[in-house]
């Protein structure tokens, strides 16, 4: 008997379990299966008149049509939300909380209804949208109601940004929708949102709970329509910022379109996360771990762990429990309660997986597929594991954003980390091993903004979400999320023109009882910790504000740039170091420039003809910030979030890699030190291009860094034209990043070049700042700006 049952339970079909859509369908009659846009809290027809199909995947029939906003619609809302703006920042931080609240509210008495749509429109499981997209969307306004409420004492000293236009992908519609709308309202935003031409629905259902809340019209505008739509958001010239999920291609076409505009950008963007699994995993684990992690949203997850790694001792085994479990994985309409994998989101998006999968093998990968065929009425694709695969093989280096896995062995950690590294992207990684020590030596390594050890795809409101490299920048989620909604009100006091400064009438430093310097030889460039003469061989004359020959600088180039690159990129010492260690090194440069006083404040009065008071007094503050940044090297620390699994979640500050700094004109030695400090602060190398017009302070400073313990590569300054030696520093795809303080035209060049590889950036749209007001010249924004937030999620449990 006992038998026979075992028997019935693995030869028995599972039955159909269809969640009832009739209040889905029943709101979507409600609008006669025709959807207008939301502007300013009412329903209004798109300019155009035209409306295209919305259609579900699971069966390919028309649910709806959804209006196609033009240039005119989108004025129109953003009009709307430029008027909401004054009175949703003065009702306050309590009012704004309650509003949020309501919202979460809302969303949660209709979660059902919500999910059901999101299921019709997108495709993905029911499973999946009831146990994790609308909870989560859920938790994401409660939390945030919680940040509206704090927002003026916990983040005084920031302002909201304005109007923000948000664009979002299919993959999660009403998910993506929540991760962008509630910190931007939270923070005194209002927006203008458009959601994926594919996958409207639940953003319209959104619109609808805005007003049944009460919602102040105007504060959230809905528009619908393709890329052409999105781009007239991102071109409004009353928009303040741009925050955008999707494509990478995409988003290199935003950063270039709002460079130099002052727009603030966050893209999250591409992936091809690793998956990596050493030999002592619990394999079992690990393969449910891949379940989750490619064949979740059938595999259009842009943190998707896309690139499975094993440890080669143990690939073959893994393999052969990966091919039983596809064989056991069901499809089929997302309707269907019993379906772990549902349909891809329409026939461009399948037909691409297709031709990718085509590629996969006439590249010579082995693809392997489950027995069973997929259901023929929608866009199905089943879920497929390659073998084979050479790292630099297509499918192994670009996103498919499909059910895709694509593994390859390694033999070494070592050679783990390279391979999970081998990749433009940067947004997740995952790591299997029952060997704790193992997973956290193993996270920091990875170049990437998420790292799951044991587990993979979790997310939570108070934790951050998003990448390195092409993979975009910005964090949704956790504080480091409500940065990108808000500015330092610091900013609303930097200048159109630099600060004059106090010229005397003396023209040498010793007439004004300083040290003279005399004619210099000319300065050359420093490089791997060594001065280098320029590729070039040629020098620039420099003379004094009043015009006074003082000396020559080298010429740098390309080659001398490409150079001090390849010097940073050698220096690992720096980057092991810990903060104490760093900051040991920041206090005795402080020291040794203090020793050396007078003569660089001869040089600033050689430069600028500044008293020689001033001169002092800049030499006095500069020594001040490096002990500021000394001070914070070893206290500017990440967090542990509070996110709801049962996690520890290392919200952990990181370096950015290379970065170019491009110093301001004024102040020669402090421009220089504010910048260059904090960047060395969190752990980066620097090629340093000083101030063009006044270079001998910073020139000065290789004896001083010479003197100083400070590792070779480090700081490199090349020494010539600004914009020329900055522009191929932006267009370098070794560099990780870059600061630019100069004119409007330049920071505009820089953004824009730095579209290629995804550089952060941070200019100052041609404003000045008073770098001698400690409050403007120093400080933790500084060390933001030179470091990027890893989370590193671990579970734990006996
Ligand atoms: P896109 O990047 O094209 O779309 C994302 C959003 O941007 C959509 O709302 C889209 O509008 C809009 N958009 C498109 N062009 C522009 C533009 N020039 N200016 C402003 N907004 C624009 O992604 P796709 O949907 O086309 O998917 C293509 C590929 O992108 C996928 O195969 C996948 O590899 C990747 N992708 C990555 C995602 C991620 O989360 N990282 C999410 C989605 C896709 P609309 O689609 O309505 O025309």
Redesign the pocket.
């Known amino acids: 008997m006992k038998t026979r049952i075992k028997e019935i339970y693995k030869t028995m079909e599972y039955g159909p379990a269809p969640e009832d859509a009739s209040e889905a369908i029943q709101f979507l009659k409600k609008y006669n299966n025709k959807f207008n846009l939301f502007i300013n809290g009412k329903w209004v027809t798109p300019s155009s008149g035209e409306y295209y199909d919305s259609i579900n995947p699971s069966t390919k029939e028309k649910l709806a049509q959804i209006s196609e906003a033009n240039e005119a619609d989108v004025d129109k809302a953003v009009a709307a939300a430029k008027k909401a703006l004054p009175k949703w920042v003065s009702i306050g931080a309590h009012q704004r909380a309650r509003y949020l609240y309501a919202l979460a509210r809302q969303i949660q008495k209709h979660s059902r209804l919500f999910s059901v749509l999101e299921s019709l429109d997108n495709g993905k499981p029911i499973r999946e949208t009831r146990d994790i997209d609308i909870p989560i969307v859920v938790r994401h306004f409660y939390h945030h109601a919680g940040w509206a409420q704090l927002r003026d004492t916990e983040l005084k000293d920031y302002k909201e940004l304005g109007v923000i236009g948000q664009?979002?992908?299919?993959?999660f519609p009403l998910m993506m929708l929540s991760w962008k709308i509630a910190p931007a309202i939270a923070m005194g935003n209002t927006i203008v949102l458009?959601?994926?031409?594919?996958t409207s629905l639940t953003a319209l259902l959104f619109a609808e709970i805005c007003q049944q809340i009460g919602l102040p019209n105007g504060v959230v505008n809905i528009i619908t329509?393709?890329?052409?739509?999105?781009?007239a958001?991102?071109n409004h010239k009353d928009v303040s910022k741009i925050a955008?999920?999707?494509?990478t291609?995409?988003?290199k076409?935003?950063r270039r379109?709002t460079a130099g505009t002052g727009k603030k950008l966050s893209l999250?963007?591409?992936?091809k996360s690793p998956f990596i699994v050493f030999e002592d995993a619990d394999l079992d684990s690990v393969v449910e771990g891949i379940v989750d992690a490619i064949w979740f949203n059938q595999g259009?997850?842009?943190c998707a762990g896309s690139r499975l790694l094993v440890q080669e001792s143990i690939a073959e085994k893994l393999y052969k429990k990966i091919r039983a479990r596809m064989e056991n994985l069901r499809i089929g309409n997302a309707l269907d309660k019993s379906i772990d994998i549902g349909a891809i989101v329409d026939d461009t998006?399948l037909k691409?997986i297709k031709e990718m999968v085509q590629l996969g093998v006439d590249e010579g990968s082995t693809l392997n597929q489950p027995s069973w065929a997929c259901p023929t009425e929608g866009y199905y694709y089943p879920p497929t594991l390659f073998t084979d695969v050479s790292p630099s093989a297509t499918i192994a280096q670009e996103?498919?954003?499909g059910p895709v896995l694509v593994a390859m062995s390694f033999r070494t950690h070592k050679e783990a980390v390279k391979l999970a590294n081998n990749t433009r992207y940067g947004l997740a990684c995952s790591i299997w091993t029952e060997n704790i020590n193992l997973a956290l030596d193993i996270a920091p390594q990875i170049k990437a903004g998420v790292a799951w050890i044991n587990c993979t795809n979790v997310f939570d409101a108070a934790a951050g979400f998003g990448g390195y490299r092409e993979s975009g920048f910005g964090r949704e989620g956790g504080k480091e999320g409500l940065m990108e909604y808000l500015k330092p009100r610091i900013n609303n006091e930097f200048t159109d023109e630099p600060l004059p400064i106090s010229i005397n009438n003396l023209d040498t430093p010793n007439e004004n009882g300083l040290p003279s310097l005399g004619i210099d030889r000319t300065t050359k460039m420093y490089i791997g910790g060594k001065q280098a003469r320029p590729d070039g061989g040629y020098s620039t004359v420099i003379n004094s504000v009043k015009g006074v020959y003082i000396g020559e600088v080298s010429k740098g180039n390309r080659k001398d740039i490409r150079n001090a690159v390849e010097a940073a990129h050698a220096n690992n010492k720096w980057l092991d170091m810990t903060g104490h260690s760093r900051a040991q090194v920041l206090y005795y440069l402080a020291e040794n420039l203090m020793i050396r006083r007078e003569e660089f404040a001869s040089r600033i009065v050689q430069m600028t003809n500044q008293n020689k008071s001033d001169a002092l007094q800049e030499v006095d503050l500069s020594i001040e910030r490096i002990y500021t940044y000394a001070a914070l090297a070893d206290k500017y620390d990440g967090h542990v979030h509070h996110t709801i699994h049962r996690n520890v979640t290392l919200a952990m500050p990181e370096n950015l890699g290379v970065m170019g700094i491009i110093c301001p004109d004024e102040s020669p030695l402090l421009g220089f030190i504010s910048t260059v400090i904090p960047a060395i602060t969190m752990g980066n190398s620097v090629i340093v291009i000083p101030s063009e017009k006044l270079p001998f302070s910073a020139t000065d400073f290789y004896q001083v860094l010479e003197t100083s313990d400070v590792p070779a590569g480090t700081v490199n300054i090349v020494t010539g034209g600004k914009d020329e030696l900055a522009q191929v520093l932006a267009k370098h795809d070794n560099v990780d990043a870059i600061w630019y303080f100069g004119n409007k035209e330049g920071c505009r060049e820089i953004e824009f070049l730095s579209a290629d590889n995804m550089k952060r950036t941070w200019v100052n749209y041609g404003k000045y700042r008073n770098w001698l007001d400690k409050a403007q010249g120093e400080g933790q924004e500084f060390l933001k700006h030179a470091s990027q937030i890893k989370n590193i999620w671990i579970p734990y449990g006996a």
């Open positions: 664009i979002i992908p299919w993959n458009k959601p994926a031409e594919a329509g393709h890329g052409s739509t999105g781009a958001i991102v955008f999920t999707g494509s291609e995409v988003g076409i935003i379109a999250e963007l591409g992936g259009q997850v842009c998006q691409t996103e498919i954003f």
